[in-house]
């Protein structure tokens, strides 16, 4: 059975700073690309970053130069440095694992909240 589990979210101050964890199971966690995504309410789940099987990162314009994504495979988890936060960070933020070399082999997390207060 394969788990994404997010934990790291909570309520911080805009300018405080949260990292994410996602630790997979089930999986061969290096064949996978490995992404974070994010839900505000009433929005649609959008890209926060991506890192590659070979370590290749990708960010949403918003969040380059303050948000890292890295990954440790050895302990099958990908991170989520997350600096300067502002309100409108405030969302579910949720894992995402793809491995491109089959259709459909897709997963997500169950998510974890971010509040960011003003």
């Known amino acids: 059975q394969v788990q994404l589990v997010e934990s790291g979210g909570g309520l911080v101050l805009a300018g405080g700073s949260l990292t994410l964890s996602c630790a997979a199971s089930?999986?061969?966690?290096?064949?996978?690309?490995m992404g974070w995504y994010r839900q505000a309410p009433g929005k649609q789940r959008d890209l926060v970053a991506t890192?590659?099987?070979?370590?290749?990162?990708n960010y949403a314009d918003s969040m380059k130069g303050r948000f890292t994504i890295s990954r440790d495979n050895a302990k099958k988890t990908v991170f989520l440095q997350m600096n300067s936060l502002k309100p409108e960070n405030t969302a579910i933020y949720y894992c995402h694992a793809h491995n491109d070399w089959y259709v459909g082999d897709v997963y997500w997390g169950q998510g974890t909240q971010v509040t960011v207060s003003p």
């Open positions: 890192i590659s099987r070979g370590g290749t990162t």
């Open positions: 089930g999986i061969t966690f290096s064949y996978y690309n």
